[in-house]
């Protein structure tokens, strides 16, 4: 089976602090991603990447950086926390086969920023 | 971006069958069609995909119109564990100096409610 693992399931931060989330994946998948999830506003995809020290904006990248160093591993970064990052960050990798995709997810991390 | 339309919300009785509907009208001749699904504290997770014709898997069907335009998730006996967010997903592509890749993009979905 594959596996996403997040180095966290909850996590509570002080605004201004440095925030690291990491994600790995067991399956070696080309593709990871960060999502964040609100109420009302579903999953919104932050960053993704396709290959090691590579990566793409998604539709809301303000405010966070990431970094994939080794194919297993991609971390999403706050540089510096604030309020409005309260959220649940899922990662999630996919083998892209094809014209499909199979995305696999983590169980999530709920961060608080006090 | 291609973009899917589905209801907010529906409702069903368990051991039931329920159909979750799903307009795509952009859609391209490639694009595969994706199913995923949110139960409550959980993150996403597959449910089914296709291309052209119906396809089956032990947790689904999936519908697929003949102009490709619309397509439909059938559930053939809804349980209470089937209660859940449900996406409908086409890919996106995104153009790099590499070439061409592609994400998934997850709208609101639609909440299924399974009564007892």
């Known amino acids: 089976d594959v596996k996403v693992t997040q180095s966290s399931r909850y996590l509570v931060k002080r605004t201004g602090e440095k925030v690291f989330l990491e994600c790995v994946q067991d399956?070696?998948?080309?593709?990871m991603f960060w999502y964040r999830q609100d109420p009302g506003l579903g999953l919104r995809l932050i960053y993704f990447?396709?290959?090691?020290?590579?990566?793409e904006k998604g539709d809301i990248p303000e405010g966070y950086s990431v970094s994939r160093e080794k194919k297993e591993r991609f971390s999403l970064i706050l540089e510096s926390a604030s309020t409005n990052q309260t959220s649940m960050y899922l990662c999630?990798?996919?083998?892209?086969?094809?014209?499909?995709?199979?995305?696999?997810f983590g169980p999530g991390t709920r961060l608080t920023v006090l | 971006d291609a973009k899917t339309t589905q209801p907010n919300s529906m409702e069903s009785n368990e051991e039931e069958p329920v159909h979750l509907p799903c307009n795509h009208s952009?859609?391209?001749?490639?694009?595969?069609i994706h199913w995923y699904r949110q139960l409550p504290s959980q993150g996403p997770e597959y449910v089914i995909h296709g291309l052209t014709s119906n396809v089956n898997n032990r947790m689904a069907s999936l519908a697929i119109a003949e102009d490709r335009k619309s397509s439909t998730l059938i559930l053939h006996r809804a349980t209470l564990r089937d209660a859940a967010v449900y996406y409908c997903?086409?890919?996106?592509?995104?153009?790099?100096?590499?070439?061409?890749?592609?994400?998934?993009?997850f709208g609101k979905g639609t909440l299924l409610t399974v009564n007892p």
């Open positions: 399956m070696d998948h080309e593709n």
């Open positions: 997903i086409l890919r996106d592509v995104v153009k790099n100096s590499g070439g061409s890749n592609y994400k998934l993009t």
């Open positions: 952009t859609i391209s001749g490639t694009d595969y």
């Open positions: 990447s396709y290959d090691v020290k590579m990566k």
């Open positions: 999630a990798s996919s083998l892209v086969s094809g014209g499909y995709y199979t995305q696999y």
